[in-house]
């Protein structure tokens, strides 16, 4: 998850453009993991994944030919593994832009927004280097480029609804499904959004949304009830709720308050641990399910 500084910059950055900070904050943890920068001798520069088939479609003959060899780039979309480390990748950058660096940085997805740099026309730069210095300018410069495309790409109002699937095939590509993008914004938000009370003060219910219900559905999985981890109180969730109530002889009515979530938290099998420590690794594991 992101610092607190960098919340509070990418908060302000949203407000201005007119979005809740917490989406815009969902877009960026999605596609950074919460990463806002990598320190490279000693100077920090924005996170990069860089795609060697986009290198590969830039170059030809003896340019090719030597980005090939160097296991730099690849006619097939993945076949270029990117390091897991950051420093990594910037050097593998550094090494692609030694044969062409036009063609390396447009090859590379910049930012927390992850904006790739072949963009950078289509988005109103004057060149790749313009769209890179952006980057680089900082956090807020990431924000800015981040924010550009969204404008540009008409997907302002999608994320501002929360039209997740619109929102990710736009953002994404036609292919978002493949890793559950929609699913991970969803995840992000909830996780960020100010407005949802700790699971330890709601009462929940079906029509219930938000980070609160996602924890009980975990707590239920558990418990071995299967309910889906979405975030929304409907009918299956009820249903596991209205059976353990009554396993547990309570009142069988599917709300669950202090009583129903006092029973819920006695059986898991996590109890000795605490229910704060229960609930912090619920949290942790939703920011790291945005991340993957």
């Not at 500084?5 to 815009?24: M, N, V, W, Y």
């Not at 950051?86 to 692609?96: D, G, N, T």
């Not at 480029?145 to 929360?162: C, G, N, P, S, T």
């Not at 979405?230 to 308050?257: H, K, N, W």
Request: hydrophobic share 45%.
């Amino acid at each position: 998850m992101f610092s607190n500084t960098a919340i509070r910059e990418i908060s302000e950055a949203a407000s201005k453009a007119g979005i809740e900070p917490s989406l815009l904050l969902a877009v960026a943890q999605v596609e950074s993991g919460g990463r806002s920068h990598v320190v490279l001798r000693g100077r920090p520069e924005p996170i990069i994944r860089f795609e060697g088939h986009y290198f590969d479609r830039r170059l030809t003959g003896a340019k090719r030919a030597a980005a090939r060899a160097a296991g730099l780039s690849a006619p097939e979309a993945g076949k270029v593994a990117n390091p897991r480390g950051q420093v990594e990748r910037w050097l593998m950058f550094e090494k692609a832009a030694h044969i062409d660096r036009k063609a390396a940085c447009e090859s590379v997805s910049w930012g927390i927004g992850q904006v790739m740099g072949a963009h950078w026309s289509w988005l109103g730069f004057a060149d790749v280097e313009a769209l890179v210095a952006e980057s680089r300018r900082g956090l807020a410069g990431q924000v800015a480029l981040m924010l550009r495309f969204i404008e540009k790409a008409a997907l302002k109002d999608a994320l501002i609804a929360r039209d997740w699937a619109r929102f990710a095939r736009g953002y994404n590509g036609p292919g978002y499904r493949r890793n559950h993008y929609d699913r991970k914004l969803a995840r992000a938000y909830r996780a960020y959004s100010a407005d949802d009370p700790p699971l330890s003060e709601a009462v929940l219910r079906t029509g219930t949304r938000g980070a609160a219900v996602e924890s009980l559905q975990l707590m239920l999985c558990a418990l071995g009830r299967r309910v889906a981890v979405d975030g929304v109180f409907g009918p299956q969730t009820e249903l596991a709720v209205q059976r353990f109530q009554t396993e547990a002889g309570l009142v069988s009515d599917g709300i669950v308050g202090p009583v129903t979530l006092d029973a819920i938290t006695s059986r898991l099998p996590y109890r000795a641990l605490g229910f704060r420590l229960w609930a912090y690794f619920l949290r942790l594991g939703r920011f790291l399910g945005a991340m993957f």
